[in-house]
């Protein structure tokens, strides 16, 4: 890798950018580097050089790239901080210092992970960039894993998957979370990833491109007389997430039917939905595969049309449907939000709410523990959407109930819960709910207040903590009744 080829990488997507920067703080680099070497056997300077071309891949700007050229400066050399604070200023000093501060830590086993995992959140719902070049620097690391000792080797692996994995989900950065998905899957199950390779990429590949291509075909030539720009793809799943899904659904290889997808990218929304109307009518549509990401985005910003049809031979075939905007954001998640601002300056501006959310958990929950358990609540995990019956949107964890939703709307209305309509027919107030479900919660203004026996199935840390504050409250006055009866008797 050299310095060029990263100058040619940003001058290709904002060709203003400060090139005198990223040349000034590779120097640098070079200079307090000078003497050091990888365990490849490589001059150290190669690593800072690929964590900064991922960066740039990402199309980060000028500042981080530099930060990514100097982020093992202060931790490896002579040269601290405030060296760096003075050469490079106070906005790069503070992005190295803290990819610095992410790297210290010095728990061990389940106590590592937890303060680790904490660290990466709180940098996170700080400043974006850090966490982006943290990732840089450890994708690099992942990429020249086998000159590290055995046991490391494991516990890095391990770490990416627990940590820095989710993390990237979370993010929506899928071009770096297939990446060391399947690094670490290759070095924690070497076996697995050998049998899976040669199965999927020797075998099957060929005949599924083979298909894709007819598919491809056949819808193109649909598109074009409707005269709907387009462009066809096909999509392989990687080796981990066709693993992990034989693992879940304790499946064979060839019953996992959909290893691949046809990804078709159109100028404009309207064209996607155009697109599907295209698709279902050439095949028929599998009912319970439709997905609109489009009217309703994933958490982390993740739009598309996803429909599983019969394709020829009646074979499952998914297609996903999306614009250029789309596609980018699918690919760098909240790394697609970079914005130009004034001059050569970008702003990272993800509308993330869970950014304030891990703020004021942090808050509530100085306890390492209880914050990452929270935090694994609700944040980590899958969402679903549900609808009020103005249509306001309410994202719920899996599993939610008519319960988590009341009290996602008001802690008065979960306090007041009697019964509940989803999509209009009567439900149970501990009844699983689905995507997109309409639901109306029927309260009762007159009860006293909520249930202890809806602990057993409520999933949401909200209804949890208003149903235990609230038993709190009434033992409280009860107390006090006892108390008054006792006196009243005295
Ligand atoms: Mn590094």
């Avoid at 150290?44 to 093992?72: E, K, M, R, S």
């Avoid at 050998?194 to 099957?204: A, C, F, H």
């Amino acid at each position: 890798m050299t310095i060029e080829q990263i100058i040619a990488k940003i001058a290709d997507h904002y060709p203003p950018a400060d090139i005198a920067l990223i040349k000034k703080a590779y120097n640098f680099a070079v200079k307090a580097h000078d003497g050091q070497k990888r365990l490849t056997g490589e001059p150290y300077i190669q690593h800072p050089l690929h964590t900064a071309f991922i960066l740039a891949q990402l199309n980060a700007d000028a500042p981080i790239v530099a930060a990514g050229l100097l982020h093992d400066v202060p931790e490896d050399t002579k040269y601290k901080l405030p060296t760096i604070k003075k050469l490079f200023g106070e906005d790069i000093a503070f992005l190295v210092g803290s990819v610095t501060k992410l790297s210290l830590i010095s728990y061990r086993g389940q106590e590592r992970y937890r303060e680790s995992l904490k660290k990466m959140f709180l940098a996170m719902a700080k400043d974006l960039r850090v966490i982006l070049i943290k990732f840089a620097d450890r994708l690099h690391n992942l990429r020249t894993l086998e000159y590290l000792p055995e046991e490391k080797r494991q516990r890095i692996a391990r770490e990416t998957l627990e940590i820095y994995v989710p993390i990237a989900g979370l993010l929506g950065i899928w071009h770096l979370k297939w990446q060391m998905e399947d690094i670490c899957f290759r070095h924690l199950h070497p076996h697995e990833y050998q049998e899976l390779l040669q199965k999927y990429e020797v075998e099957k590949k060929l005949e599924l491109a083979q298909y894709i291509s007819r598919a491809g075909r056949e819808l193109g030539t649909a598109l074009d007389e409707l005269k709907i720009n387009h462009e066809i793809n096909g999509r392989f799943k990687h080796l981990y997430s066709i693993w992990q899904k034989m693992n879940n659904k304790q499946r064979k290889f060839d019953e996992i039917y959909d290893v691949f997808a046809l990804r078709v990218i159109v100028p404009t929304s309207d064209d996607c939905y155009r697109t599907l109307g295209v698709i279902h009518s050439l095949w028929k549509p599998n009912n319970n595969r439709f997905k609109d990401y489009i009217a309703l985005p994933k958490p982390n910003g993740y739009q598309s049309l996803h429909t599983t049809v019969f394709g020829e031979e009646g074979r499952a075939t998914e297609f996903q449907i999306r614009t250029p905007q789309m596609h980018e954001q699918a690919q760098y998640g909240v790394a697609a939000y970079w914005n130009y601002k004034e001059g050569n300056k970008y702003q990272l501006t993800p509308n993330l709410h869970w950014t304030q959310e891990i703020l004021a958990l942090q808050k509530d929950n100085p306890d390492t523990q209880t914050f990452i358990q929270k935090l694994q609540l609700d944040i980590f995990n899958d969402h679903l959407f549900v609808l009020t019956p103005r249509g306001d949107v309410h994202e719920l964890p899996l599993g939610a109930t008519p319960i988590d939703f009341a009290y996602a709307v008001h802690t008065e209305i979960g306090n007041k819960a009697k019964g509940v309509l989803i999509n209009n027919k009567i439900g149970r107030l501990d009844e699983i709910l689905h995507n997109n479900d309409l639901v109306e919660i029927i309260i009762d203004k007159k009860q006293a207040g909520p249930d202890l026996a809806w602990l057993k199935f409520v999933k949401t840390s909200k209804a949890k903590a208003a149903i235990r504050q609230y038993a709190h409250r009434s033992a409280l006055v009860r107390l006090a009744k006892l108390q008054s009866l006792r006196d009243w008797w005295k």
